[in-house]
């Protein structure tokens, strides 16, 4: 499915003025931001929205704002994401069902009407509803999945007057990823209380109302996952004696804050893991889970070996074993290893290193503690600083999980996308019938060489000056059909 393109299309116009230098646009770039090379996964999304009396009129305008925003960055459709609202206060609306709007324009309007309650706060209340009515197939919903995340992202500025604990266990439970976004007052447990583990990655506080839009960008990216994610990714983990059993807990509910950022389904992201001392343990292999609940159930399974460190023996196995057909690694799939340390390995590493970034593998180093940096260089695949992390404390691993963006698209040419395409044979139609005008011409150099770009030049042809602008426009058809 191609997604809609942004509200904000470049179009060149032309001005009566001196033109001072050669207007150059990278219309990849463009066409690439228009079309969208980062699609959001299917999902099924319901903001749950506390417009008690303690939230002033233009404080809930500017949740309505961030509403608004969020859903300019997802994929809206039926086979994509489906966004229902759920108004609260000391009662619930239903003011958006999953099944209501299948645009994004008419998502983003009719967020717009929704008008306070201003009311108590029953924030159990409207979490229970949502379980049993905003996420049922009669409003909407779709039918449970591993491909179809189910989320719910909850606004509230104020103490619930009811329980939410048991309620928001509920739906978990029952697959609903909830986050927990407080304002001001907020009584910070009761987020504690609703939101899904990693509480770090599902808790987030605003000071006020007037700063919430700065949240857009954590939820857009959130709901992304590239539309050609089929990826092998095996965890390598250190279990030696050096990591304490305290620790290690902290290594397991790491792995599953990553696997909370990939896309795990059939054809998607699979999972193998790895655990190593002086020997080495397959945990499980790739393509034994499909779904996330399954995959982190079985992570924090996994037993402490303690005993030493054998990196470079756990390398070699992550390599003829775990990368190979017999492992469950797919022929023709992106592969990507995390190895995890926390002290210098007692045999050598260095052939196996090469060997593994020889063989394409992408190859990310996590060290704590006593690691050597000098060898989670050696491990990591170039960039090195893009894919080597450090730190002293393992309490801070959290802030390694959200740094290592593990890149789940192929590495292919952008010119490739069909979306993309699409887009881009319009554009340079457009700049035909420019060019026509302006005596200018246009280079194209796409899917050639590394630079892969597609580029405008307009020369200087005083008196007049090339000027580019973004006007809004409701679709594609109507930048194309505009008359330049």
């Known amino acids: 499915m191609i997604p809609s393109p942004p509200l904000f299309l470049l179009l060149l116009g032309l001005m009566g003025a001196h033109a001072t230098a050669p207007v150059s646009v990278d219309l990849r770039t463009a066409a690439a931001m228009a079309a969208g090379l980062c699609n959001t996964r299917p999902t099924d999304l319901v ?71 201003s009311t108590g706060t029953m924030t159990g209340l409207a979490i229970q509803f949502a379980l049993n ?30 329980n939410v604990k048991d309620v928001a266990a509920r739906a978990r439970d029952a697959g609903i990823e909830l986050y927990a976004i407080g304002v001001g007052r907020v009584d910070l447990n009761t987020l504690k209380q609703i939101a899904s583990e990693q509480l770090d990655d599902h808790v987030d506080y605003v000071e006020s109302y007037s700063v919430i839009e700065k949240l857009t960008k954590k939820f857009q990216e959130a709901f992304c996952a590239c539309s050609n994610a089929a990826t092998d990714v095996v ?13 290690f807990e902290l290594v397991k509910k790491w792995i599953n ?15 193998g893991l790895v655990q190593y001392s002086s020997s080495v343990k397959q945990e499980f292999p790739l393509g034994r889970y499909n779904n996330k609940k ?15 460190t054998m990196t470079g023996q756990a390398l070699r196995y992550l390599t003829d074993s775990s990368f190979a057909p017999a492992g469950g690694a797919r022929p023709g799939v ?34 704590v503690g006593n690691a050597v940096e000098d060898e989670l260089r050696e491990i990591a695949s170039q960039p090195t600083g893009e894919h080597y992390f450090y730190t002293a404390d393992f309490k801070a691993m959290t802030a390694i999980a ?10 292919e040419d952008p010119c490739e996308c069909d979306s993309v395409v699409k887009f ?49 426009v409701e679709s594609e058809e109507a930048f194309m059909t505009s008359k330049l």
């Open 257 to 271: 804050q990553i696997v909370d950022k990939l896309d795990v389904s059939e054809t998607k992201a699979h999972v």
């Open 294 to 308: 399954d995959l982190k159930d079985a992570v924090k399974k996994m037993a402490y070996m303690e005993r030493g």
């Open 47 to 117: 903001f749950i929205v506390d417009s008690s009396r303690s939230v002033r009129p233009s404080e809930f305008e500017q949740v309505k704002v961030f509403l608004a925003k969020v859903i300019e960055g997802l994929d809206v459709g039926p086979d994509a994401t489906r966004v229902g609202v759920v108004n609260y206060a000391s009662r619930v609306k239903n003011e958006l069902s999953l099944k209501t709007h299948k645009t994004k324009a008419g998502l983003v309007k009719a967020v717009t009407k929704i008008e306070p309650l």
């Open 133 to 162: 009515v905003a996420f049922s197939e009669a409003e909407g919903a779709r039918v449970k999945s591993p491909d179809i995340s189910k989320v719910a992202i909850i606004v509230t500025d104020g103490r619930p007057q009811d």
């Open 424 to 472: 881009q044979k319009k554009v340079e139609e457009a700049l035909q019938a420019l060019t026509k005008k302006t005596g200018g011409r246009v280079e194209e150099d796409c899917c050639t060489g590394e630079q892969d770009r597609l580029r405008t030049h307009i020369p200087q042809t005083p008196p007049t000056t090339h000027t580019l602008f973004l006007l809004p």
């Open 235 to 247: 965890f390598l983990i250190d279990g030696s004696k050096s990591v304490r059993p305290e620790n």
């Open 334 to 367: 992106a592969k990507v290893g995390i190895v995890f340390t926390d002290g210098r390995s007692q045999d050598y590493i260095g052939d196996a290193a090469k060997k593994a970034k020889e063989q394409g593998f992408k190859m990310y180093a996590v060290g």
């Open 402 to 411: 959200k740094k290592l963006q593990i890149n789940i698209c192929q590495d």
